[in-house]
């Protein structure tokens, strides 16, 4: 098992991320963080029927309570939200209960959610299942739910007490999520660990057939870059927007094309690429570095253009999405671009007229 420390500033609350196979079968990986005797367990449709009576097992000493969510984005909603706080009060859950969230990020941070509201807070176990939850999601302390006007719009930060990753879950996950979560870890690779980068390049073929061994390797890796800047930048003031690498363009994609057409990850494949190469046009970034990002993010067989998708769109209206994604339409766009592969600057003052341009070029 890979275990990963995470030292928050406010040290009351640190926290290990345990990365394994089979982890969710062993109830001492639980014990030491569960208080009370009551475990709420959040799942969804998809999920609930492949691990959740493993959990139950595992954890049959203690006074088990669950909710069954529907799968998808639509629901990670306040209705939902009222959904589990009435089952949980109707549970007669009571403050020293723990809550388990057993899925993906939609369950992970609707989950966390719930538990950051529960009588003004509740004990929050994360047991993500996709890659995208293990990489991402997990690690912050992020919680919230999804507003009509906008995703995420209302939440909470709340750390869980412990990041359980069972690796062997991956094995029911669909190849097309399990490559989009890949994107995220490529980001972060790009981000802050060139060593990363080309571990993933050499290791690509192991990746690709699911070695355990690799996995974990690779989760420990990625969460690791993560941990580091959520730690120096808890409440997102500073260099948590490194994250963002991507994200600009990748939104601004999902936007215009429809949520869901593209995976999110998928999106931000084709940002990254996009971010790669505006840096390239800046003078910021080599090209044969570009062509590396490009050439991995291929390997792991993510989209990289939007016309290899088949996808028409247009670069006005891909630029009023990007403005609107920071809410500055007409004014000048923010972007995070890399400056070599394992570093990123911020760059403000970007004029919406020269993306535009690029990304008309982008398109041909
Ligand atoms: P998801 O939770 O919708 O999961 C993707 C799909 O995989 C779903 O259909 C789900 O039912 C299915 N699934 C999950 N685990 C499975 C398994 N082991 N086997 C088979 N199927 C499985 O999506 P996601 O990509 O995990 O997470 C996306 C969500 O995470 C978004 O809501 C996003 O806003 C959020 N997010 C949050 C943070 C944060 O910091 N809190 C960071 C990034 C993303
Ligand atoms: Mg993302």
């Known amino acids: 098992m890979n275990i990963l420390d995470l030292q928050l500033p406010n040290k009351s609350s640190d926290y290990q991320i345990l990365i394994g196979n089979g982890l969710l079968l062993d109830v001492n990986n639980f014990l030491p963080v569960i208080k009370g005797q009551q475990v709420f367990i959040v799942s969804n449709e998809t999920v609930a029927p492949i691990y959740l009576e493993h959990l139950k097992k595992t ?18 909603s306040l209705s939902s939200l009222e959904d589990i706080l009435d089952s949980m009060l109707n549970s007669g859950l009571r403050r020293n209960a723990t809550l388990i969230a057993l899925g993906g990020g939609v369950v992970g941070d609707i989950g966390g959610f719930a538990a950051a509201i529960y009588q003004r807070g509740i004990n929050f176990i994360q047991v993500p299942t996709t890659v995208l939850s293990q990489v991402d999601s997990s690690v912050g302390g992020k919680t919230a739910v999804n507003h009509p006007l ?12 412990r990041v359980i990753t069972d690796l062997y879950t991956l094995k029911t996950l669909s190849n097309r999520e399990f490559l989009a979560g890949i994107a995220e870890i490529i980001k972060a690779a790009i981000i802050a660990d060139r060593q990363l980068f080309y571990w993933l390049e ?6 690709l057939a699911q ?5 974990s390797t690779m989760i420990h890796a990625s969460c690791s870059i993560k941990a580091k800047i959520v730690c120096l930048d808890e409440k997102e003031q500073g260099v ?12 601004a994609i999902e936007r215009v094309l429809g949520f ?6 998928e999106a931000v494949a084709i940002g990254i ?9 800046l003078g910021l970034l080599s090209s044969s570095e570009s062509e590396a990002v490009r050439r991995l993010i291929q390997r792991f067989g993510l989209p990289t253009t939007l016309d290899s998708m088949n996808f028409r769109v247009s670069a006005s209206d891909l630029v009023s999405a990007m403005a609107l994604d920071k809410k500055n339409v007409d004014a000048d766009l923010t972007l995070i671009l890399p400056k070599a592969i394992g570093k990123v600057t911020i760059r403000n003052n970007i004029k919406t007229q020269d993306v535009e341009q690029f990304i008309e070029q982008f398109l041909e």
Do not use: C
């Open 150 to 161: 906008g995703k995420n719009m209302i939440g909470a930060f709340h750390q869980p007490v």
């Open 59 to 76: 954890l049959s000493q203690f006074e088990i309570h669950s909710y069954i969510l529907k799968d998808g984005e639509k629901y990670k």
């Open 211 to 215: 070695e355990i061994e690799t996995l």
């Open 273 to 281: 690429v996009m971010a790669t190469e505006y840096s390239v046009r």
């Open 240 to 251: 948590r927007a490194w994250l963002n690498l991507g994200h600009t363009f990748g939104h």
């Open 260 to 265: 869901g057409e593209l995976l999110h990850g």
């Open 202 to 207: 050499n290791n690509s073929e192991s990746i």
